[in-house]
Protein backbone atom coordinates (compact mmCIF):
# COMPACT_ATOMS: atom_id res chain seq x y z
CA UNK A 1 0.00 0.00 0.00
CA UNK A 2 1.48 3.42 -0.76
CA UNK A 3 2.44 5.81 2.17
CA UNK A 4 1.33 8.96 2.58
CA UNK A 5 3.67 12.30 2.91
CA UNK A 6 3.23 12.24 6.62
CA UNK A 7 4.34 8.66 7.05
CA UNK A 8 7.40 9.34 4.80
CA UNK A 9 8.07 12.29 6.38
CA UNK A 10 8.16 10.55 9.63
CA UNK A 11 10.18 7.79 8.03
CA UNK A 12 13.03 10.20 6.67
CA UNK A 13 13.30 11.97 10.38
CA UNK A 14 13.43 8.41 12.01
CA UNK A 15 16.44 7.70 9.60
CA UNK A 16 18.07 11.47 10.52
CA UNK A 17 17.57 10.46 14.02
CA UNK A 18 19.21 7.14 13.64
CA UNK A 19 22.00 8.77 11.60
CA UNK A 20 22.59 11.31 14.59
CA UNK A 21 22.58 9.22 17.53
CA UNK A 22 24.72 6.38 15.72
CA UNK A 23 27.21 9.58 15.52
CA UNK A 24 27.06 10.48 18.63
CA UNK A 25 27.62 7.58 19.96
CA UNK A 26 31.01 6.67 18.39
CA UNK A 27 31.74 10.65 18.46
CA UNK A 28 31.83 10.15 22.61
CA UNK A 29 33.82 7.08 22.70
CA UNK A 30 30.84 4.56 24.29
CA UNK A 31 32.27 1.20 24.55
CA UNK A 32 31.43 -1.51 21.60
CA UNK A 33 29.62 -4.15 24.23
CA UNK A 34 26.96 -1.93 25.49
CA UNK A 35 25.16 -2.55 21.80
CA UNK A 36 23.53 -5.51 23.72
CA UNK A 37 20.90 -2.96 25.13
CA UNK A 38 19.78 -2.00 21.44
CA UNK A 39 17.00 -5.07 21.61
CA UNK A 40 16.04 -4.28 25.18
CA UNK A 41 13.05 -1.59 24.90
CA UNK A 42 11.39 -4.78 22.88
CA UNK A 43 11.03 -6.79 26.19
CA UNK A 44 8.12 -3.48 26.62
CA UNK A 45 6.18 -6.67 24.48
CA UNK A 46 5.87 -8.81 27.51
CA UNK A 47 3.37 -5.73 29.22
CA UNK A 48 0.82 -7.03 26.62
CA UNK A 49 0.46 -10.50 28.84
CA UNK A 50 -1.61 -7.95 30.93
CA UNK A 51 -3.80 -6.78 28.01
CA UNK A 52 -3.92 -4.12 24.87
CA UNK A 53 -3.91 -0.93 27.27
CA UNK A 54 -1.39 -1.78 29.55
CA UNK A 55 0.85 -3.50 26.30
CA UNK A 56 0.54 -0.34 24.42
CA UNK A 57 1.46 1.89 27.02
CA UNK A 58 4.27 -0.04 27.98
CA UNK A 59 5.45 -0.57 24.61
CA UNK A 60 4.98 3.30 24.10
CA UNK A 61 7.01 4.23 27.06
CA UNK A 62 9.85 2.15 26.03
CA UNK A 63 9.48 3.35 22.13
CA UNK A 64 9.14 7.02 22.58
CA UNK A 65 11.82 9.60 22.54
CA UNK A 66 11.10 10.85 25.69
CA UNK A 67 12.18 8.22 28.07
CA UNK A 68 15.92 8.17 26.29
CA UNK A 69 16.12 11.75 26.04
CA UNK A 70 15.47 12.08 29.64
CA UNK A 71 18.15 9.25 30.33
CA UNK A 72 20.43 11.28 28.31
CA UNK A 73 19.83 14.71 30.22
CA UNK A 74 20.75 12.97 33.51
CA UNK A 75 23.64 11.42 31.97
CA UNK A 76 24.92 14.84 30.93
CA UNK A 77 23.61 16.11 33.76
CA UNK A 78 25.59 13.61 36.28
CA UNK A 79 28.61 13.37 33.89
CA UNK A 80 27.92 9.75 33.74
CA UNK A 81 28.48 9.13 29.98
CA UNK A 82 27.12 4.85 30.67
CA UNK A 83 23.86 6.36 30.94
CA UNK A 84 24.49 8.38 27.73
CA UNK A 85 25.84 5.90 25.55
CA UNK A 86 22.58 4.14 26.86
CA UNK A 87 20.31 6.65 26.02
CA UNK A 88 22.24 6.95 22.12
CA UNK A 89 21.71 2.97 21.53
CA UNK A 90 18.07 3.15 22.82
CA UNK A 91 17.17 6.54 20.73
CA UNK A 92 18.75 4.19 17.80
CA UNK A 93 16.73 1.49 18.44
CA UNK A 94 13.43 3.81 17.99
CA UNK A 95 14.27 5.45 15.12
CA UNK A 96 15.78 2.27 13.38
CA UNK A 97 12.10 1.09 14.11
CA UNK A 98 10.34 4.43 13.04
CA UNK A 99 12.39 3.58 9.86
CA UNK A 100 10.88 0.01 9.64
CA UNK A 101 7.70 1.31 9.76
CA UNK A 102 6.67 0.44 13.50
CA UNK A 103 5.09 2.86 15.47
CA UNK A 104 3.65 3.69 18.54
CA UNK A 105 0.41 1.13 19.82
CA UNK A 106 -3.06 2.22 19.83
CA UNK A 107 -4.66 0.48 22.48
CA UNK A 108 -7.37 -0.72 19.86
CA UNK A 109 -4.61 -3.57 18.48
CA UNK A 110 -0.71 -3.85 18.34
CA UNK A 111 -1.30 -3.39 14.97
CA UNK A 112 -2.49 0.19 15.13
CA UNK A 113 0.00 2.51 15.36
CA UNK A 114 0.69 6.03 14.35
CA UNK A 115 2.18 4.95 11.61
CA UNK A 116 -0.48 2.17 10.51
CA UNK A 117 -3.41 0.84 11.26
CA UNK A 118 -4.70 -3.05 11.25
CA UNK A 119 -8.12 -3.37 9.23
CA UNK A 120 -9.81 -6.48 8.19
CA UNK A 121 -6.69 -8.78 9.13
CA UNK A 122 -4.02 -6.16 6.75
CA UNK A 123 -1.93 -3.90 7.85
CA UNK A 124 -3.09 -0.71 6.26
CA UNK A 125 -1.23 2.71 5.87
CA UNK A 126 -2.81 5.86 7.48
CA UNK A 127 -4.17 7.73 5.27
CA UNK A 128 -3.79 11.67 5.07
CA UNK A 129 -7.20 13.57 5.06
CA UNK A 130 -5.68 15.63 1.59
CA UNK A 131 -8.85 17.71 0.57
CA UNK A 132 -11.40 16.97 3.99
CA UNK A 133 -12.23 20.76 4.57
CA UNK A 134 -12.60 21.96 8.68
Same mark, same amino acid.
Given at each position: ????????????????????????????? %????????? *???? $???? #??? &??? /?????????????????????? %????????? *???? $???? #??? &??? /??????????????????????????????? *??????
Amino acid at each position: MRQDSTTTLLRLEAAGVFALTLTAYLMTG %GPSWLWFLV *LLPD $LSFL #AYL &AGS /RTGAAGYNFAHSYLTPMLLGLV %GVLTHHPFL *LSAA $LIWA #AHI &AAD /RVLGYGLKRTSGFGDTHLSQKQSGKTMKVQS *LQGVQA
